[in-house]
C-alpha cells in the first residue's frame, strides 16, 4: 500500500498518517520530520534546509526528492508507505512516479484532506508549544490547565515562528500555487480521493479506511 497525504499545512494530513500507518503497519514517512530531526541535530542537511522552512517556503525539489527517495528505499518501505508532506510540486510528484515505474510500482491513492483557509489559520496560530517538553496544545481546543504554562513539565509555552499568522498566511499561499496543482494532477491518475478535514479526527478517518478497505 502506498499513500500520498494531500492538503495545506495544518488539515490534520499528519495526525490521519499516523493512525493510517499505524493501522495498515506502514512507516508514516513525513519530509517534514525528517527535515526538522536534521535541523535539532545540527546535521549539514539541518542547517541547508532550516532557512526555507523557517521563512514559510519550500525546499528546493531536488534536494527534498533525494531524501525521500533515499528514506522509501530502505528495508521498512518494502511493503508501502504513508507519505505525508511530499510530494509538494508537481515536478517531485513526476520524478516519484518515474522512480516507481522504474519498479513496476505506483502509487495507489492520494488523499488530500480538505479544510478551509480560516479554519486553518484559527488551527495554527492557536497552537503553542512548551519550549521545554515539546508538548503542544491549543488556547482553544486543547488548553493547558494554567494559560502559558505546559501541564507537563511546567515551562513557558510559546508560539513557534511557524505557527505566526505571517508565516501561515505565507505556508498556505504557497500551497495554492505549489502544491494544490497536485490535485488535478493525481485526479487525472484516477487515484484522488478527497475527503472533509472539518469534520472530528476518528470521523475523518472511518472515512479514510472506507476509502482504503479494512
Ligand atoms: P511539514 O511538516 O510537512 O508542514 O513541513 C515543514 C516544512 O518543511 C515545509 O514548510 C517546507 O519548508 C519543508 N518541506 C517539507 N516537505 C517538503 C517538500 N516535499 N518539498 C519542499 N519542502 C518541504
Known amino acids: 500500500m502506498k499513500i500520498i497525504m494531500l492538503g495545506a499545512p495544518g488539515a490534520g494530513k499528519g495526525t490521519q498518517a499516523k ?8 512507516p508514516h514517512v513525513s519530509t517534514g520530520d525528517i527535515f526538522r530531526a536534521n535541523i535539532k541535530e545540527g546535521t549539514e542537511l539541518g542547517k541547508e534546509v532550516k532557512s526555507y522552512m523557517d ?3 519550500l525546499v528546493p525539489d531536488e534536494l527534498t526528492v533525494r531524501i525521500l527517495l533515499d528514506r522509501v528505499s530502505r528495508e521498512d518501505c518494502k511493503n508501502g508507505y504513508i507519505l505525508d508532506g511530499f510530494p509538494r510540486t508537481i515536478p517531485q510528484a513526476e520524478v516519484l512516479e518515474q522512480e516507481l515505474a522504474k519498479r513496476e ?12 483557509d480560516e479554519e486553518i489559520i484559527g488551527r495554527m496560530t492557536g497552537r503553542r508549544a512548551c519550549a521545554g517538553c515539546g508538548a503542544t496544545y491549543h488556547v482553544v481546543h486543547i488548553p493547558p490547565r ?3 504554562i505546559c501541564d507537563a513539565c511546567g515551562k513557558e509555552l510559546i ?7 505571517e508565516t501561515v ?7 495554492h500555487e505549489q502544491t494544490q496543482p497536485l490535485i ?3 485526479t487525472e491518475k484516477g487515484i484522488l480521493r478527497t475527503i472533509d478535514g472539518t469534520a472530528p479526527m476518528q470521523e475523518v478517518f ?3 479506511e472506507t476509502i482504503l478497505g479494512e
Not at 493512525?19 to 506502514?26: G, L, R, T
Not at 510500482?105 to 478551509?116: K, N, R, S, T
Not at 508560539?159 to 499568522?165: A, G
Open 19 to 26: 493512525m493510517i500507518a499505524e493501522k495498515y503497519s506502514v
Open 55 to 57: 521563512q514559510g517556503l
Open 105 to 116: 510500482e505506483a502509487i495507489d491513492f492520494a488523499i488530500d484532506v480538505e479544510v478551509p
Open 146 to 148: 494554567q494559560e502559558g
Open 159 to 165: 508560539l513557534r515562528d511557524d505557527d505566526k499568522l
Open 169 to 175: 498566511k505565507k505556508r498556505l499561499a504557497v500551497y
Open 184 to 186: 488535478e494532477f493525481y
Open 206 to 208: 472511518t472515512v479514510i
